[in-house]
């Protein structure tokens, strides 16, 4: 077996293992979809390569942590609308979040978006507690 291919094994299991349960069982059943004779796009995906596989789970890793880091954000913020509003939409609310930034990217600005939110109406509190 060549060393190579043995790395993207390597690679391809290091990261399937960094998904949560449900991420993964979702991955799963891609992995079957991809792999099904009786799925209409199989020719496209029956001699894919392990360099594919491993792309594609590469994409499925950085949807899923934008995902919950979305959920996490509008999870936050609906926990107290009159506070936030309820516009939970992240190009409305978060500077630089646009269609020219990457998944990557927006899951970044997404998760110090939060950090944020948290800092600031902990010192809201803080500063109403101390008022009254």
Do not use: C
Not at 1 to 29: C, D, N
């Amino acid at each position: 077996m060549s060393t190579e291919l043995e790395a993207k094994r390597v690679e391809y299991k290091k990261l399937r293992a960094t998904l949560s349960p449900e991420r993964r069982e979702a991955w799963r059943k891609q992995e079957k979809w991809y792999t099904d004779p009786n799925n209409p796009h199989y020719h496209y995906h029956k001699n894919i390569t392990p360099e594919q596989w491993l792309n594609s789970l590469k994409a499925f890793v950085t949807n899923a942590s934008w995902l919950d880091a979305h959920k996490a954000w509008i999870s936050y913020r609906r926990m107290n609308p009159s506070f936030w509003g309820e516009d939970y939409n992240p190009f409305n609310n978060i500077r630089g979040y646009d269609e020219t930034t990457t998944t990557q990217e927006k899951t970044d600005l997404l998760r110090r978006q939060l950090q944020s939110d948290i800092s600031l109406e902990a010192s809201f509190e803080d500063w109403s507690f101390d008022r009254d």
